[in-house]
């Protein structure tokens, strides 16, 4: 199994920043894409920002040059720096990663974090 820590959620108002980490941990042979994902109150949950593992990223249109997705391989950690927040970024943001279970095989499995809230307030 894979287990995802997340932190740095937190209440903000509007025009500021949030740091959001994910540390994956437990057994797996290799992490294949990780990011992040949302869900705004009372809507369905929508993809942030993911990033694979040779940094090919991809952002949702409505946080392009706002928010930063980044990984660091060796710790099996990702970060999502939001900055510029809006009201409208108010969300339960959850961790996501697709790892390898094992060597011999090329099927990943995806994995949740349990998610940590974001609120901006206007």
């Known amino acids: 199994q894979v287990q995802l820590a997340e932190s740095g959620g937190g209440l903000v108002q509007a025009g500021g920043s949030l740091r959001l980490s994910c540390a994956a941990s437990?057994?797996?042979?290799?992490?294949?894409?990780m990011g992040w994902y949302r869900q705004p109150p009372g809507k369905q949950r929508e993809l942030v920002a993911t990033?694979?593992?040779?940094?090919?990223?991809v952002y949702a249109d409505s946080v392009k040059g706002r928010f930063t997705i980044s990984r660091d391989s060796e710790k099996n950690t990702v970060y999502l720096e939001m900055t510029s927040l809006k009201p409208e970024d108010t969300a339960v943001y959850s961790c996501?990663?697709?790892?390898?279970?094992?060597?011999?095989?090329?099927?990943?499995?995806?994995?949740w974090g349990q998610g940590t809230q974001v609120t901006v307030s206007s």
């Open positions: 996501y990663t697709s790892a390898r279970r094992w060597a011999h095989t090329y099927t990943a499995y995806p994995y």
């Open positions: 990033i694979n593992d040779i940094s090919n990223i």
């Open positions: 437990g057994n797996f042979f290799r992490i294949n894409a």
